[in-house]
């Protein structure tokens, strides 16, 4: 690995232009610089715009097909260097290296998948009123799209975005975060090795703050995708509005699993705390809240409570860790505050509510699983959130009042609910208002050819993903056809 690493800019791995850098620290031992990367300037953001618009017009004109087949290539790529790019995402971002190839594999699935795509009818026959008119639609490129992705996901996220939009002819600037920039980097270097013609993928490191606003209202950009936290995606619809483009975005979530006295309790206990505490709750759609019936609360708790003091924190690399580190010391002291503000609000702390104070573990930004009990639904604890391992356990009188709480928050991302009972499960997937709805699941994850995005103050209300992904990259083209004369 090297101590120092460049933007891809057209083709060329290039320095930032006022030389400035910053360092990429492993949460897991703040002690370990993994490497140097740019802190790129408005300099070098024009430039990646300029290097995106200059290459779009040739890859747009290029066959579906050969867009594919570099999408193809570049997944074989990732394919070979998987172990590698796993234990890299797990250094610099903190999840478990099992989780970090999980998500490789996913970037893997999502190239392939999107490359098939390439095949697929880019249009529709429309019947005329003229018997001698052809009428007809195509979808073509939206054009240059900026890309921002948050750092919790530094595989699935950017490809997911990526993918679609190289496969329906843009070019794209990625813009990750600079918590963890190694992995783009990697991204980019797959898309080298498959040998994408020059400025069609562009990476761009570096704090957002210093290159947004070139990357959103520059004159070339035409699309914008963000994932990322509700008061920027706010900022970025403002100045997408303002400047004619067209823009999707992913935010929050405080996402809520209902658990009904049918449930299997084993099962529930096992994928409650998988939702909450994998990746160390850094998702954005781990599970936040668990609301349960009154008649299997105690039962529940108690279980849960059990479950939770078993499980082992440490890093990613060791064997029997379940849970790694948050991503940085303010992402750490965040959770802490939420913890206090908790307690103060009068919630019962039931397991962990602090750092771990002995050993290698005081090195990295971890916080212990944390269960809070006898909360309720207007504790901010309840409604803000945390984005850490912090699960807030709340009770409800029967199904109709879960399912009140459940939706009685600003965002609606994703939930789950625990029943053996087709009445309830149907009734909660109508009721439940969240993009994303499992029954007997975590409310983390999606499969990677289903949509993704949420409502309310989730979403922009478009979709990730799947089939529909082609809507937000494409526009539509009518077109006729008469004969002369």
């Given at each position: 690995m090297r101590d120092c690493y460049e933007n891809f800019i057209d083709g060329n791995w290039v320095a930032p232009a006022k030389g400035e850098r910053l360092p990429n620290i492993n949460p897991a031992n703040r002690h370990d610089t993994i490497a140097q990367f740019p802190n790129s300037s408005a300099e070098d953001a024009q430039a990646a715009v300029n290097a995106a618009s200059k290459a779009l017009p040739a890859w747009a004109a290029l066959s579906s097909h050969v867009r594919g087949e570099y999408l193809r290539k570049a997944a074989d790529a990732l394919e070979a260097r998987l172990g590698e790019i796993a234990a890299d995402l797990m250094r610099e971002e903190g999840k478990s290296l099992p989780e970090a190839k999980g998500e490789t594999m996913r970037g893997i699935t999502?190239?392939?998948?999107?490359?098939?795509?390439?095949?697929?009818?880019?249009?529709?026959?429309?019947?005329?009123?003229?018997?001698?008119?052809?009428?007809?639609?195509?979808?073509?490129?939206?054009?240059?799209?900026?890309?921002?992705?948050?750092?919790?996901?530094?595989?699935?996220?950017?490809?997911?975005?990526?993918?679609?939009?190289?496969?329906?002819?843009?070019?794209?600037?990625?813009?990750?975060?600079e918590l963890s920039p190694l992995t783009a980097i990697h991204i980019a270097e797959c898309f080298e090795a498959a040998g994408l013609p020059a400025g069609v993928f562009n990476v761009l490191c570096g704090e957002g703050a210093r290159v947004g606003e070139t990357l959103i209202t520059a004159p070339e950009v035409t699309g914008i995708s963000f994932t990322g936290s509700v008061r920027t995606g706010k900022h970025i619809?403002?100045?997408?509005?303002?400047?004619?483009?067209?823009?999707?975005?992913?935010?929050?979530?405080?996402?809520?699993?209902?658990?009904?006295?049918?449930?299997?309790?084993?099962?529930?206990?096992?994928?409650?705390?998988?939702?909450?505490?994998?990746?160390?709750?850094?998702?954005?759609?781990?599970?936040?809240?668990?609301?349960?019936?009154?008649?299997?609360?105690?039962t529940f708790v108690t279980a849960l409570v059990q479950k939770t003091l078993t499980l082992k924190v440490g890093a990613g690399d060791v064997a029997d860790a379940y849970m790694g580190p948050v991503i940085s010391a303010q992402a750490r002291d965040r959770v802490l505050r939420y913890i206090e503000l908790a307690q103060n609000e009068g919630a019962t702390l039931l397991c962990g509510g602090d750092a771990p104070t002995e050993g290698d573990l005081v090195n990295g930004f971890y916080v212990n699983p944390t269960l809070f009990g006898n909360v309720l639904p207007e504790m901010r604890i309840a409604q803000e959130e945390v984005f850490g391992p912090v699960l807030a356990i709340l009770r409800a009188a029967d199904l109709n009042d879960a399912l009140d709480i459940l939706n009685g928050v600003e965002f609606g991302l994703s939930a789950s609910i625990f029943t053996r009972s087709l009445d309830s499960a149907l009734a909660f997937a109508d009721r439940a208002n969240a993009?994303?709805?499992?029954?007997?699941?975590?409310?983390?994850?999606?499969?990677?050819?289903?949509?993704?995005?949420?409502?309310?103050?989730?979403?922009?209300?478009?979709?990730?993903?799947g089939l529909i992904a082609k809507d937000f990259f494409t526009q539509v083209k009518t077109i006729s056809i008469d004969r002369a004369g």
């Open positions: 999502l190239l392939r998948y999107f490359a098939g795509q390439c095949m697929l009818p880019d249009g529709e026959t429309i019947p005329s009123a003229n018997a001698s008119t052809l009428l007809y639609t195509r979808r073509v490129p939206l054009g240059v799209c900026t890309l921002i992705t948050p750092w919790n996901f530094p595989v699935a996220i950017p490809i997911w975005k990526a993918a679609p939009a190289l496969a329906f002819g843009n070019t794209v600037i990625l813009k990750p975060s619809a403002g100045q997408a509005v303002a400047h004619g483009k067209k823009y999707q975005l992913e935010m929050g979530g405080k996402n809520a699993a209902i658990v009904l006295p049918d449930c299997n309790l084993e099962q529930t206990v096992a994928l409650t705390l998988q939702g909450a505490f994998k990746s160390a709750g850094e998702k954005c759609t781990a599970t936040s809240r668990v609301i349960v019936h009154k008649d299997i609360y105690d993009g994303l709805v499992r029954v007997n699941g975590e409310t983390a994850g999606v499969e990677p050819q289903a949509p993704f995005g949420g409502m309310k103050g989730s979403s922009s209300y478009s979709r990730e993903q």
